[in-house]
Each structure stands twice: as C-alpha cells, then as structure tokens.
C-alpha cells in the first residue's frame, strides 16, 4: 500500500507519520526549497510562518481542549512541539526552528516515508492526501479548482514583526503574565510596552496614515480572516479598538508604578534563547519603512532591531462543505482526502489535528476498515463536521471554538458561569472520546 502525501506542512507532515506509524509507505512531496512560497523562509518541514504559540493548552480552552484529544488520538507533532516548549503563560509557545528541524528529522528517518522535493501540480489518481496548504502552488490550485469544479475563496494572513530582545529599553518596558499569573517556572513570559494616553494617540496617528503595501491585482477579491486581522484593519475600526483588543491593559500591572496603563503592547518569546520577541496582534502589511517607524514609537521600543517585518499574503482554501464529509474524505473520490488549512480550518492547532485525522481515516480506508468521525462533542469533531456541513451559504475559515460544539444544559443559576459550563464540555468532549475510541 502506497499513499500520496502533497504538502509538508504541519497537516501533511503530521499525516505522514501517521500513515508510516500503520506500515503505509507515503511519498511525501515538498516542492521548498525549489519553489518557494514568499511566507516560508527555510526548507524544512512543518514550518511556522506566523506566530510561534499553538494557543492554549488548558482543556477548558477550545484549542487546549483539541491539543489533548489530539494526545488521545496518539498524535506525533504535539509531542514535538511540548518537547519544544517556551514559557509563554497558558499558551503552547515553541521554538519555531527548533520544532521544524526535529519533525524533519523524524521524517527524515522514517524508512516508511519517501521525500520527493518537487512541485505537483495535478492530483494524483493514486490514494492521495492533499495537504497543500493555504500557500498552495497556482498549477496546483488550477487543478483541484477542476477537481472541485468551484471556485476557490481566499483570505488574507498576516505575520507579525520580531525584535532583538537586547534593543528592548527595560527602563519603560516590564516583565508580567496578565493578572500577574506565572508560567510552570513560576515566572512572567510576556514582555509588556506600556502607553499613557497621549503615547497611544501618537501610535495610532502613525498607525491609521502609515502607507500599505498595495495588493496584486489577484489578491483583490480576496478578504480578511477575522482572528487574523491586520493592526491596521483593526486601528481603522475605532481610535479604542486596539485598547479592547490586542493592546488592552486589563489585568497588566507595571508594579514599579502599580498602575495599570492606557494600553499595552506585549511581546512573546519566539525561540528557546529568549533573544527574540514578537509583537502579540502586530499582524501588519504596512510598507517596512512605516513599520519601522510604528514599532519605534512604542514606549521602550524606541531603539528596537527588527529581526523580521512583518507581512502578509493570501490564503487559498476549498469550499469544504461542498466537497468533504466529516472524515476530511471527498465526497466523489473515496481514495482521496484534504487537511489542513486548506480544508478551511484555521490555526496550528487546527493544522495539525485535520493532519492526524485525514492520515488515520486514509489508512482505514487502505485497510477497509469503517473510518473515524470523532463524536460532534469533541472540538475535532464539531469543527469537521462544521467544515462539512452541506447548507453553509457563505463558507469562511474557522477556527476551534465553542460556539461550533453542540450546547450543554446547566441550571439556571449557573448559566452564566462561563468556566463551569467550559470544564463540562471538555470533560464530555474526553469522554466521548475515549468511549468512541474504545
């Protein structure tokens, strides 16, 4: 048995050593380092382009709840990425080369997995998993555009910039977890810039006027991800947007001052030396000289080196609930499946688990075994079923939430709870896990 694996991202990497783990040999294609992307910047497999945090991983948070379903389920990247772990509060933040170079080696190594760096542009009529990417080739795209007999839908995402944590200025700038929470070392991770009212105007003039990088003229039908927006998308919502969303002070105090300030950038470490920091929510396609400026504004910021600008690039994805069911299986070719970003779903996280199941699911199809549909009251199960949910009329990328898994009935007096009603669902969504599993 002999499966096609396109795409070595997280998705495709994570299926591949699925599919290896069952003794299914797997030609896993790359086109990088031949044909580049213009997000990726190394040749290794499962590459984070964006930020380097998977998000939480306490279980009464959706994407900490997928993490450890993911565990259930025996996924092989996860372990990695705890194996790469950085202090980042609550959150999975990684060593992002640190993370990509071992999942390479693991692939690398694996006798049941053959590495073909070059570009496919046609599906193959073999068993095959595409797990292209949002990134996907235009040749490629052109055929499961055929494939598919639909349109594509696109959106944008964005990266944000990082700095030298030795250019930061620890006069102004302070160290603290909001809600002064430690991390496992009993430490604070983040970095915070703080800003009185007069310095957080200053930013935003320069933010709603600094000049953009203008869009090829196939991007322009293309939209925005709404967990994935742009700062200056946000800054054009309101002068108080961005101090209610990712600059918002609550819960950051500066305890040489014990004042909490009237807005707050944070950084987060980005590689296991703690030399490097990203700007939390700077995801921006400012032009680079604009950027400059902006991040220099910031209160102990003024002299920061900007290891990485930020910038922005388009997504490509299927219309999902046309073409799969909830195995990640199409609909009209049984030998045939999608993960990833691709497929709709958004985020590492996300990436990673559709990988596991779209690998497990193509080897019980080899294997003629009936395939897995994680229980709806699971976050994998409520967001494959939500990606494949036939009456969607205005498909969009989605990422695990709540709001996708089905509701549960608590007292009155409790209804407001929000962290009972979270612990409930999680520990129904383990349950059902395990008793679908056994």
């Known amino acids: 048995m002999e499966v096609n694996v396109i795409g070595a991202g997280l998705a495709g990497s ?43 991983h306490d279980i009464t948070n959706a994407s900490g709840l997928l993490k450890h379903e993911m565990e259930l389920l025996g996924g092989e990247l996860i372990k990695v990425a705890y194996d790469c772990q950085l202090p980042a509060g609550g959150a999975l933040a990684i060593d992002r080369e640190l993370f990509s170079k071992k999942v390479t080696e693991l692939i690398e190594e694996n006798e049941n997995i053959n590495i073909i760096r070059e570009e496919i542009t046609q599906i193959p009529d073999e068993p095959t998993v595409v797990a292209s990417g949002p990134l996907t080739s235009d040749d490629l795209a052109n055929s499961i555009k055929e494939f598919t007999q639909s349109e594509h839908l696109h959106f944008f995402d964005a990266i944000a910039p990082i700095v030298e944590k030795d250019s930061i200025n620890f006069e102004k700038a302070f160290y603290a977890n909001r809600y002064d929470k430690v991390d496992e070392y009993g430490e604070a991770s983040y970095i915070n810039c703080p800003m009185n009212k007069e310095q957080y105007q200053k930013f935003y003039n320069i933010l709603i006027n600094a000049p953009k990088i203008e869009l090829k003229e196939f991007e322009k039908d293309a939209k925005f991800f709404e967990s994935c927006l742009p700062v200056e998308v946000l800054a054009s919502r309101g002068v108080d947007t961005l101090r209610f969303g990712p600059m918002k002070p609550v819960g950051l105090i500066d305890k040489r001052t014990g004042e909490e300030n009237w807005a707050v950038v944070q950084l987060r470490q980005d590689n296991s030396a703690k030399t490097l920091y990203n700007l939390v929510g700077f995801q921006t396609n400012l032009k680079w000289p604009s950027q400059k400026e902006l991040i220099h504004s910031i209160p102990g910021l003024e002299n920061a080196n900007i290891v990485r600008y930020g910038v922005m690039h388009r997504n490509t994805f299927i219309n999902s609930p046309k073409i799969l069911n909830a195995a990640l299986q199409t609909r009209k070719r049984p030998n045939l499946f999608f993960a990833g970003q691709i497929t709709g779903t958004e985020g590492y996280t996300e990436s990673i688990a559709t990988g596991l199941l779209a690998g497990l699911n193509m080897a019980r199809y080899l294997q003629d075994k009936p395939l897995i549909y994680p229980p709806k009251e699971t976050m994998l199960g409520a967001l494959c079923n939500y990606i494949s949910f036939e009456e969607h009329k205005h498909f969009q990328p989605i990422n695990s939430n709540w709001g996708i898994v089905p509701p549960i009935e608590l007292p009155k007096k409790d209804r407001k709870n929000k962290k009972l009603k979270n612990e409930l669902l999680a520990k129904r969504s383990i349950e059902s896990l395990k008793s679908y599993l056994s």
């Open 14 to 56: 994570e299926c591949a050593l699925q599919l290896a783990k069952q003794g299914i040999k797997v030609n896993l294609f790359e086109m990088r380092p031949t044909k580049t992307t213009g997000a990726h910047v190394s040749s290794n497999f499962a590459e984070f382009v964006c930020s380097n945090s998977l998000g939480s």
